[in-house]
T-cell receptor, first 116, second 107 residues
């Protein structure tokens, strides 16, 4: 069965370190998204991609970067981790219709990141 | 600024009872409105989707309504079960997320 996976599921790191969170989907979806979820804020969009070599900033992109070299993967990198980036991170993917995000997004299980 | 406001923030209901969650939005242009259910420790899963021309959509015991004129939607849960304990998230036009309503069903 097609699925979307995230790794690691839990990560503890120190302030200033570079961290990369992996997201892999086997749906062959064009669209992929990264969100962070914090209490009281719900899901907030960090970056998204509508296809290979395409990346776009979301509402909370500062301190994060992504690159899309193939259809299946969209890794999220924290260049220099900060305590404010402690959160639960969700990756999602959706099929493309008119190059938009309107279709149902399928979410991964999440990565809990703690920055000390 | 596109906004999606959900209410209440949380609620507790007894098993077997009904409840209604609200979603008000100012997102423009409007394409569709989707309700997701998020179980604790898991990613959200889609429950229903409605486009501009639809005003109600059901998925089992879940019924969503949409009033595009007033920019309001509701999600009604009928005969609640313990498994309905979750957060319910309203998403407008794909990328505008509400903060969610946490529902706790007690036996």
């Amino acid at each position: 069965d097609a699925e979307i996976t995230q790794s690691p599921r839990h990560k503890i790191t120190e302030t200033g370190r570079q961290v990369t969170l992996a997201c892999h989907q086997t749906w062959n979806h064009n669209n992929m998204f990264w969100y962070r979820q914090d209490l009281g804020h719900g899901l907030r969009l960090i970056h998204y991609s509508y296809g290979v070599h395409d990346t776009n900033k979301g509402e909370v992109s500062d301190g994060y970067s992504v690159s899309r070299s193939n259809t299946e993967d969209l890794p999220l990198t924290l260049e220099s981790a900060a305590s404010s980036q402690t959160s639960v991170y969700f990756c999602a993917s959706s099929d493309r219709t008119s190059g938009s995000a309107y279709n149902e997004q399928f979410f991964g299980p999440g990565t809990r990141l703690t920055v000390l | 600024k596109n906004q999606v406001e959900q209410s209440p923030q949380s609620l507790i209901i007894l098993e077997g009872k009904n409840c209604t969650l609200q979603c008000n939005y100012t997102v423009s242009p409007f394409s569709n409105l989707r309700w997701y259910k998020q179980d604790t420790g898991r990613g959200p899963v889609s429950l229903t989707i409605m486009t501009f021309s639809e005003n109600t959509k059901s998925n089992g015991r879940y019924t969503a309504t949409l009033d595009a004129d007033t920019k309001q939607s509701s999600l009604h849960i009928t005969a609640s079960q313990l498994s309905d304990s979750a957060s319910y998230i309203c998403v407008v036009t794909g990328l505008s997320f509400g903060a969610g309503t946490t529902v706790t069903v007690r036996a």
